[in-house]
Protein backbone atom coordinates (compact mmCIF):
# COMPACT_ATOMS: atom_id res chain seq x y z
CA UNK A 1 0.00 0.00 0.00
CA UNK A 2 1.54 3.28 -0.85
CA UNK A 3 1.80 5.83 2.07
CA UNK A 4 1.07 9.20 2.42
CA UNK A 5 4.31 10.22 1.97
CA UNK A 6 5.16 7.73 -1.44
CA UNK A 7 2.36 9.70 -2.84
CA UNK A 8 3.62 12.93 -2.09
CA UNK A 9 7.25 11.55 -3.41
CA UNK A 10 4.84 10.75 -6.92
CA UNK A 11 3.88 14.56 -7.41
CA UNK A 12 8.02 15.40 -6.35
CA UNK A 13 9.11 12.96 -8.75
CA UNK A 14 6.32 14.30 -11.58
CA UNK A 15 4.67 11.00 -11.75
CA UNK A 16 0.69 10.56 -11.87
CA UNK A 17 -1.54 9.66 -8.84
CA UNK A 18 -4.28 7.28 -10.11
CA UNK A 19 -7.26 7.31 -8.12
CA UNK A 20 -10.84 5.60 -9.12
CA UNK A 21 -14.01 5.24 -6.72
CA UNK A 22 -15.18 1.87 -5.57
CA UNK A 23 -17.79 1.00 -3.23
CA UNK A 24 -18.10 -2.84 -2.76
CA UNK A 25 -15.68 -5.88 -1.99
CA UNK A 26 -16.04 -7.01 -5.62
CA UNK A 27 -15.16 -3.82 -7.57
CA UNK A 28 -12.67 -3.10 -4.57
CA UNK A 29 -10.74 -6.35 -5.69
CA UNK A 30 -10.87 -5.56 -8.88
CA UNK A 31 -9.15 -1.60 -8.54
CA UNK A 32 -6.70 -3.45 -6.34
CA UNK A 33 -5.82 -6.42 -8.89
CA UNK A 34 -5.44 -3.53 -11.49
CA UNK A 35 -2.44 -1.73 -9.22
CA UNK A 36 -4.90 1.65 -8.70
CA UNK A 37 -2.85 4.14 -6.28
CA UNK A 38 -5.91 4.66 -4.75
CA UNK A 39 -9.59 3.83 -3.80
CA UNK A 40 -12.11 6.80 -2.84
CA UNK A 41 -15.53 5.84 -1.41
CA UNK A 42 -16.81 9.10 -2.75
CA UNK A 43 -20.43 9.98 -1.50
CA UNK A 44 -21.30 9.29 -4.79
CA UNK A 45 -22.01 6.27 -4.03
CA UNK A 46 -25.70 7.55 -3.21
CA UNK A 47 -25.98 7.94 -6.85
CA UNK A 48 -24.23 5.21 -8.58
CA UNK A 49 -24.36 2.34 -5.87
CA UNK A 50 -28.12 3.50 -4.34
CA UNK A 51 -30.24 5.33 -7.05
CA UNK A 52 -30.84 8.88 -4.91
CA UNK A 53 -30.52 12.06 -6.94
CA UNK A 54 -28.24 14.22 -4.67
CA UNK A 55 -24.95 13.19 -2.31
CA UNK A 56 -26.69 14.61 0.22
CA UNK A 57 -29.06 12.06 0.90
CA UNK A 58 -27.02 9.31 2.68
CA UNK A 59 -24.74 9.82 5.92
CA UNK A 60 -22.47 7.81 8.32
CA UNK A 61 -24.43 4.57 8.27
CA UNK A 62 -23.94 4.25 4.32
CA UNK A 63 -20.30 5.88 4.28
CA UNK A 64 -19.47 3.06 7.01
CA UNK A 65 -20.79 -0.07 5.60
CA UNK A 66 -19.07 0.49 2.08
CA UNK A 67 -15.86 1.60 3.24
CA UNK A 68 -16.00 -1.76 5.14
CA UNK A 69 -16.95 -3.66 1.91
CA UNK A 70 -13.74 -1.73 0.31
CA UNK A 71 -11.40 -2.21 2.57
CA UNK A 72 -12.16 -6.24 2.75
CA UNK A 73 -11.78 -6.30 -1.59
CA UNK A 74 -8.49 -3.87 -1.47
CA UNK A 75 -6.47 -4.79 1.82
CA UNK A 76 -3.21 -3.57 0.24
CA UNK A 77 -4.49 -0.37 -0.75
CA UNK A 78 -4.96 3.21 0.25
CA UNK A 79 -8.50 3.92 0.85
CA UNK A 80 -10.11 7.56 1.21
CA UNK A 81 -13.42 8.09 2.71
CA UNK A 82 -15.61 10.87 1.86
CA UNK A 83 -17.36 12.49 5.10
CA UNK A 84 -20.81 13.02 3.76
CA UNK A 85 -22.91 16.07 3.98
CA UNK A 86 -23.10 17.23 7.45
CA UNK A 87 -20.47 14.58 8.87
CA UNK A 88 -17.85 17.34 9.40
CA UNK A 89 -20.68 20.53 10.23
CA UNK A 90 -18.27 21.13 13.55
CA UNK A 91 -14.72 20.26 14.27
CA UNK A 92 -15.76 17.64 17.53
CA UNK A 93 -18.59 15.64 15.25
CA UNK A 94 -16.37 15.60 12.34
CA UNK A 95 -13.09 14.45 14.38
CA UNK A 96 -15.71 11.73 15.97
CA UNK A 97 -16.98 10.62 12.50
CA UNK A 98 -13.65 10.80 11.11
CA UNK A 99 -12.82 7.87 13.56
CA UNK A 100 -15.53 5.80 12.35
CA UNK A 101 -14.12 5.77 8.87
CA UNK A 102 -10.86 5.01 9.76
CA UNK A 103 -12.37 2.06 12.36
CA UNK A 104 -14.12 1.15 9.33
CA UNK A 105 -10.46 0.45 7.08
CA UNK A 106 -10.19 4.05 5.11
CA UNK A 107 -6.76 4.96 5.89
CA UNK A 108 -7.63 9.01 5.01
CA UNK A 109 -10.69 10.77 4.78
CA UNK A 110 -12.20 13.57 1.82
CA UNK A 111 -13.79 16.50 3.12
CA UNK A 112 -15.88 19.44 0.46
CA UNK A 113 -14.66 22.76 0.89
CA UNK A 114 -12.22 24.81 2.92
CA UNK A 115 -13.58 24.26 6.63
CA UNK A 116 -10.21 25.05 8.24
CA UNK A 117 -11.12 24.22 11.62
CA UNK A 118 -12.53 20.94 10.62
CA UNK A 119 -9.41 20.11 8.76
CA UNK A 120 -7.18 21.86 11.59
CA UNK A 121 -8.41 19.38 14.68
CA UNK A 122 -8.56 15.97 12.19
CA UNK A 123 -4.71 16.70 11.63
CA UNK A 124 -4.08 17.59 15.02
CA UNK A 125 -5.17 14.21 15.65
CA UNK A 126 -3.23 12.63 13.22
CA UNK A 127 -6.21 11.97 10.49
CA UNK A 128 -4.64 12.74 7.09
CA UNK A 129 -7.04 15.04 5.02
CA UNK A 130 -7.63 15.01 1.29
CA UNK A 131 -9.26 18.41 0.55
CA UNK A 132 -11.88 18.89 -2.08
CA UNK A 133 -12.59 22.14 -4.30
CA UNK A 134 -14.34 23.59 -7.07
CA UNK A 135 -17.67 22.15 -8.05
CA UNK A 136 -18.81 20.74 -4.77
CA UNK A 137 -21.90 18.32 -4.78
CA UNK A 138 -23.00 18.41 -1.16
CA UNK A 139 -24.20 22.40 -1.57
CA UNK A 140 -23.59 23.23 -5.30
CA UNK A 141 -26.87 24.68 -6.66
CA UNK A 142 -25.80 23.85 -10.27
CA UNK A 143 -23.41 21.47 -11.66
CA UNK A 144 -21.63 24.01 -13.78
CA UNK A 145 -18.29 24.60 -14.26
CA UNK A 146 -16.78 26.38 -11.28
CA UNK A 147 -13.94 28.72 -11.53
CA UNK A 148 -15.42 30.55 -14.74
CA UNK A 149 -15.74 34.43 -13.12
CA UNK A 150 -12.48 36.18 -11.75
CA UNK A 151 -14.54 35.89 -8.04
CA UNK A 152 -14.52 31.72 -7.99
CA UNK A 153 -10.96 31.73 -9.37
CA UNK A 154 -9.60 33.94 -7.03
CA UNK A 155 -11.91 31.83 -4.18
CA UNK A 156 -11.29 28.63 -5.55
CA UNK A 157 -7.22 29.88 -5.88
CA UNK A 158 -7.52 31.07 -2.22
CA UNK A 159 -8.95 28.02 -0.48
CA UNK A 160 -6.29 25.43 -2.49
CA UNK A 161 -3.60 27.89 -0.69
CA UNK A 162 -5.07 27.62 2.59
CA UNK A 163 -5.94 23.92 2.65
CA UNK A 164 -2.54 23.62 1.48
CA UNK A 165 -0.67 25.68 4.44
CA UNK A 166 -2.93 23.47 6.81
CA UNK A 167 -1.72 20.24 5.61
CA UNK A 168 -4.07 18.43 3.55
CA UNK A 169 -1.85 15.88 1.59
CA UNK A 170 -4.14 15.95 -1.52
CA UNK A 171 -6.95 18.25 -2.76
CA UNK A 172 -9.63 17.02 -5.76
CA UNK A 173 -10.19 19.75 -7.79
CA UNK A 174 -13.62 19.19 -9.89
CA UNK A 175 -15.11 20.58 -12.62
CA UNK A 176 -12.66 23.67 -13.03
CA UNK A 177 -10.95 25.45 -16.03
CA UNK A 178 -8.33 23.56 -17.04
CA UNK A 179 -5.66 26.84 -16.43
CA UNK A 180 -6.70 26.99 -12.96
CA UNK A 181 -6.43 23.01 -12.46
CA UNK A 182 -2.61 23.67 -13.58
CA UNK A 183 -1.73 26.64 -11.36
CA UNK A 184 -3.31 25.13 -8.23
CA UNK A 185 -1.54 22.14 -8.62
CA UNK A 186 2.44 24.51 -9.39
CA UNK A 187 1.45 26.29 -6.34
CA UNK A 188 0.51 23.74 -4.03
CA UNK A 189 2.52 21.16 -2.52
CA UNK A 190 -0.47 18.96 -1.25
CA UNK A 191 -1.11 16.32 -4.15
CA UNK A 192 -4.02 17.70 -6.91
CA UNK A 193 -6.47 15.37 -7.92
CA UNK A 194 -8.34 16.75 -10.87
CA UNK A 195 -11.80 15.34 -12.46
CA UNK A 196 -12.90 17.43 -15.06
CA UNK A 197 -9.60 19.94 -14.37
CA UNK A 198 -7.89 19.01 -17.47
CA UNK A 199 -4.23 16.77 -17.91
CA UNK A 200 -2.13 18.36 -15.64
CA UNK A 201 -2.93 17.73 -12.36
CA UNK A 202 -0.76 15.51 -10.32
CA UNK A 203 -3.47 12.85 -10.68
CA UNK A 204 -6.93 12.36 -12.06
CA UNK A 205 -9.82 10.67 -10.20
CA UNK A 206 -12.93 9.06 -12.20
CA UNK A 207 -16.22 7.35 -11.11
CA UNK A 208 -16.15 3.65 -10.98
CA UNK A 209 -19.37 3.44 -12.66
CA UNK A 210 -18.55 5.98 -15.38
CA UNK A 211 -15.19 4.61 -16.20
CA UNK A 212 -16.70 0.45 -16.49
CA UNK A 213 -19.96 1.95 -18.10
CA UNK A 214 -21.87 -0.01 -15.45
CA UNK A 215 -25.20 2.14 -15.25
CA UNK A 216 -25.97 2.15 -18.55
CA UNK A 217 -26.72 5.77 -19.08
CA UNK A 218 -25.04 8.97 -19.67
CA UNK A 219 -21.88 9.94 -18.02
CA UNK A 220 -20.49 13.82 -17.09
CA UNK A 221 -18.86 15.15 -20.22
CA UNK A 222 -15.73 15.23 -18.56
CA UNK A 223 -15.24 11.06 -17.68
CA UNK A 224 -14.97 8.70 -20.10
CA UNK A 225 -15.87 5.29 -20.44
CA UNK A 226 -13.45 2.56 -20.77
CA UNK A 227 -15.58 -0.54 -20.70
CA UNK A 228 -19.04 -0.93 -21.16
CA UNK A 229 -19.84 -3.48 -18.60
CA UNK A 230 -23.75 -3.05 -18.55
CA UNK A 231 -24.16 -4.20 -22.26
CA UNK A 232 -21.96 -7.27 -21.33
CA UNK A 233 -24.06 -7.92 -17.94
CA UNK A 234 -27.28 -7.65 -19.84
CA UNK A 235 -25.69 -10.06 -22.64
CA UNK A 236 -24.80 -12.05 -19.95
CA UNK A 237 -28.16 -12.45 -18.04
CA UNK A 238 -30.43 -12.68 -21.11
CA UNK A 239 -27.88 -15.72 -22.07
CA UNK A 240 -28.76 -17.12 -18.33
CA UNK A 241 -32.13 -16.83 -19.10
CA UNK A 242 -32.09 -18.79 -23.01
CA UNK A 243 -30.48 -21.13 -21.11
CA UNK A 244 -32.86 -22.17 -18.30
CA UNK A 245 -35.99 -21.46 -21.47
CA UNK A 246 -33.75 -24.37 -23.07
CA UNK A 247 -34.40 -27.09 -20.56
O1 LIG B 1 -17.85 11.10 -4.37
C1 LIG B 1 -17.08 11.09 -5.34
O2 LIG B 1 -17.12 10.20 -6.20
C2 LIG B 1 -16.14 12.18 -5.47
C3 LIG B 1 -15.34 12.28 -6.73
C4 LIG B 1 -16.17 12.87 -7.79
C5 LIG B 1 -14.08 13.01 -6.55
O3 LIG B 1 -16.02 12.98 -4.59
Do not use: C, W
Request: hydrophobic share 40%.
Amino acid sequence: MLSIKEIQNKKKNGEKVSVITAYDFAFAKMAEAAHIDQILVGDSLANVMLGYSSTREIGMNEMIIFTRGVSKGAPNTHIISDMPYLSDSNPTLALENAKLLLDAGAHSVKLEGAKEDVIEILLKNNIPVMGHLGLLPQTAKSFKQFGKTSEEADQLLKDAMTIDKLGVYSMVLEHVPETLGTLISHRVSAVTIGIGAGESTDGQVLVLHDVLGLNGGKIPPFAKKFANIFEIGVQGISDYIQSIAKK
